[in-house]
């Protein structure tokens, strides 16, 4: 059984750093297109980064250059490096994961991905 289990979350001011954590089982780390989504309120759900098992990786505009998206295959556990973080960050953070070898294009797709952590949430504030 795949199972996705995200941690990290919690309150940081602006400006501060935060680093997201998925713990995963049931599947061969590194063989699955992995990536991050999240969701703030009253907006749907979007792509934050993604990663395939080539490495290649699809950054969301709006966090280059302050995210950092990473693996740990020591561990089996997808790591979201958040820096810079802004009050529009504020969200929950989901881990997600397909067994597809997905294309840097689709990276940030939700339907590209069927395996959904619970979330976590991330709040941006001073």
């Known amino acids: 059984q795949v199972q996705l289990v995200e941690s990290g979350g919690g309150l940081v001011q602006p400006g501060q750093s935060l680093t997201l954590s998925c713990r995963t089982s049931?599947?061969?780390?590194?063989?699955?297109?992995m990536a991050w989504f999240r969701q703030r309120e009253g907006k749907q759900r979007e792509g934050v980064v993604g990663?395939?098992?080539?490495?290649?990786?699809n950054y969301a505009e709006s966090v280059k250059g302050r995210f950092t998206i990473s693996q740990d295959n020591a561990k089996k556990t997808l790591v979201l490096q958040m820096n810079h973080l802004l009050p529009g960050d504020s969200a929950i953070y989901y881990c997600?994961?397909?067994?597809?070898?997905?294309?840097?294009?689709?990276?940030?797709?939700?339907?590209?991905?069927?395996?959904w952590g619970q979330g976590t949430q991330v709040t941006v504030s001073a």
């Open positions: 997600v994961a397909a067994s597809r070898k997905w294309g840097p294009v689709t990276l940030l797709a939700s339907e590209a991905y069927s395996i």
């Open positions: 049931g599947f061969t780390f590194g063989t699955y297109t």
């Open positions: 990663i395939n098992p080539s490495g290649s990786t």
